[in-house]
């Protein structure tokens, strides 16, 4: 199994992102997916979560407005769509695969700042 996600950066405030991750190993259709982030010195977050053929989607209330997480399952990959960004949302991201155990990706840095 293996995620590989793509398309962090600097971003000033204001700022869009997408992020997207490129899943293999597993049928990735079958498998709800989420995206989580981690700022310095705070715990993993939940951002965002979509179930395996993309009909049910949340997000968190932090970024409810502002953050759309959407599939792709003839790309297999998961996107996370982000708008309006603030300095808060400064973190590393990673998308993560309800599949077996649980499997998370490299993460990848996201820098909201002027």
């Known amino acids: 199994v293996q995620l590989v996600e793509s398309g962090g950066g600097l971003v000033q405030p204001g700022g869009s992102l997408r992020l997207s991750c490129a899943a293999s190993g597993f049928t990735f259709s079958n498998y709800a997916m989420r995206w989580y982030r981690q700022a310095p010195g705070k715990e993993r977050e939940l951002v965002a979560a979509?179930?395996?053929?993309?009909?049910?989607?949340n997000v968190a209330d932090s970024v409810k407005g502002r953050f759309t997480i959407s599939r792709d399952n003839a790309k297999d990959t998961v996107y996370l769509q982000m708008n309006s960004l603030k300095p808060e949302d400064t973190a590393v991201y990673y998308c993560?695969?309800?599949?077996?155990?649980?499997?998370w990706g490299q993460g990848i840095q996201v820098t909201v700042s002027s």
């Open positions: 979509i179930s395996s053929g993309g009909r049910s989607a």
């Open positions: 993560h695969a309800r599949y077996g155990a649980g499997y």
